[in-house]
C-alpha cells in the first residue's frame, strides 16, 4: 500500500521540506533557548514562542492548549513526547512540582510510575521518530500509534502500530488469539493502513534510561492474504494460445 497523499501538490511539499530538517530546526531553537517543560499528571507543559509554535507544529509535537492569550502558546506533551525532546534530542528540560529540573534517572521513574510499561512504548516511539517518522496516538484505531511519512496535513498515516513485549521469555498477552490478530487487521484494512508490530525485546528492569541502548526492535508488518491479487493471472492471448495448442 503507497502513500496516500493529501492533494496533487503534497508530495512535491513534503520531498521541499524533509522531516529530519524540521526536527533539527526544532531541536536547535528549544536547545538555545534553554526550553524548560512543567509537569502536569501524565503530561508536560510547555509555553513556546512564535517560532518554536511553528516548528512544534510542523513536526507533530504536543497538543496546542487553547488560551485567551493571543501571544501565548501553550503546549501539552504526551510522556513519550516529553522524554524524546528530553532525553534523546537533548532540546527540552523538565522540572517537577518544586521547579526543580528533574535529572535523567528522576524522570524516569516518574514516568514509569505513571505509565508502567512506558519502556517500551518510548523504545518504540523512538525507533519510529529517529527514522524521520511522525508519531501519534493511535487509540481511535485501537493501536498504540500511527506513523505518518510527513505532516499529516499532506498525507494519510500509513501505519497502526502495535507494541508487543517479552520480558524473561514470557511475551505480553496481546495478539495471542487467532480472533484478536484477525480483528485487528480488518480493522487496519478497513480505513487504509497497514499493521505494523514492534516487538521490543530485551526488556529489564533497570533503574536507568541507560538500558534503552540494550533493547532492540523487531518489526513485523501483517496483512491479509486475498487470493484474488496473488493468484496467477493469464492474459487474454496465453489464453487464445492455450485454446489452440489443445484443439
Given amino acids: 500500500m503507497g502513500p ?5 501538490d503534497a508530495e512535491a511539499k513534503a520531498f521541499a521540506e524533509p522531516m529530519s530538517g524540521i526536527v533539527y530546526a526544532l531541536q536547535s531553537s528549544l536547545h538555545t533557548s534553554e526550553c524548560k517543560g512543567s509537569i502536569s ?4 507543559l ?5 517560532e518554536q509554535s511553528e516548528l512544534l507544529d510542523r513536526a507533530c ?7 485567551s492569550q493571543n501571544d501565548t502558546h501553550w503546549y501539552e506533551f504526551t510522556l513519550q513526547e516529553a522524554f524524546y525532546l528530553c532525553y534523546t534530542l537533548k532540546c527540552l528540560k523538565i522540572v517537577g512540582g518544586d521547579g526543580v529540573v528533574k535529572p535523567y534517572e ?6 514509569i510510575s505513571k505509565v508502567e510499561k512506558f519502556p517500551e512504548y518510548f523504545k518504540a516511539y523512538a525507533h519510529l521518530r529517529m527514522k524521520n517518522w511522525l508519531v501519534r496516538s493511535g487509540s481511535q484505531y485501537g493501536v498504540d500509534y500511527v506513523a505518518y511519512r510527513h ?8 501505519y497502526a502500530v502495535l507494541v508487543l513485549s517479552e520480558i524473561n521469555g514470557i511475551s505480553s498477552g496481546r495478539l495471542k488469539l487467532w480472533s484478536d490478530l484477525y480483528g485487528t487487521i480488518r480493522l487496519c484494512g478497513g480505513v487504509a493502513k497497514t499493521l505494523l508490530v514492534l516487538h521490543v525485546l530485551g526488556i529489564s ?14 518489526p513485523r508488518i501483517i496483512s ?6 496473488t493468484r496467477e493471472k493469464k492474459t487474454d492471448s496465453k489464453i487464445c494460445s492455450e485454446a489452440k495448442t489443445h484443439t
Avoid at 41 to 44: A, E, K, N, P, W
Avoid at 46 to 50: K, P, V
Avoid at 151 to 158: C, T
Avoid at 205 to 216: A, G, W
Fill in 106 to 111: 528522576n524522570l524516569w521513574h516518574f514516568m
Fill in 41 to 44: 499528571g501524565c503530561r508536560v
Fill in 224 to 229: 491479509r492474504w486475498i487470493p484474488e491479487k
Fill in 205 to 218: 528492569k533497570d533503574n536507568s534510561p541507560v538500558c534503552l541502548e540494550n533493547y532492540e526492535i523487531e
Fill in 46 to 50: 510547555f509555553e513556546a514562542n512564535t
Fill in 4 to 8: 496516500r497523499w493529501k492533494g496533487k
Fill in 151 to 158: 505532516h499529516p496535513a499532506l498525507v494519510h498515516s500509513d
Fill in 61 to 67: 509535537f504536543g497538543q496546542v492548549i487553547m488560551t
